[in-house]
């Protein structure tokens, strides 16, 4: 069972940027993606970025050029690099891993706010 535990959510002022990390118990080399999903209060939780096994990448229409989603094997670690923020982007920010199970992270808030 992979545990992933995120981080590096906080508040940063609109335009800013918030580096967040995903941290995976185990080796991710082998997982067929990597994604970070998004839920603010009174919406559904919706995919941002995924990175594959191969490491393609897709984004949603909302993040595309302003997120950037990358790995590091060697630590177990996915990021998802946010640029330009806006306040539609706070949410809390959650990791997931999708194999033959889908395994989630707790979160971490990121709020956007001047």
């Known amino acids: 069972q992979v545990q992933l535990v995120e981080s590096g959510g906080g508040l940063v002022q609109p335009g800013g940027s918030l580096r967040i990390s995903c941290a995976a118990s185990?080796?991710?080399?082998?997982?067929?993606?990597m994604r970070w999903y998004r839920q603010s209060p009174g919406k559904k939780r919706e995919l941002v970025a995924e990175?594959?096994?191969?490491?393609?990448?897709n984004y949603a229409d909302s993040v595309k050029g302003r997120f950037t989603i990358s790995r590091d094997l060697a630590k177990n670690t996915v990021f998802l690099q946010m640029n330009s923020l806006k306040p539609e982007d706070t949410a809390v920010y959650y990791c997931?891993?999708?194999?033959?199970?889908?395994?989630w992270g707790k979160g971490t808030q990121v709020t956007v706010s001047s």
């Open positions: 990175i594959t096994r191969g490491g393609t990448t």
């Open positions: 997931n891993a999708n194999n033959v199970y889908a395994y």
């Open positions: 185990e080796s991710i080399f082998s997982i067929n993606s």
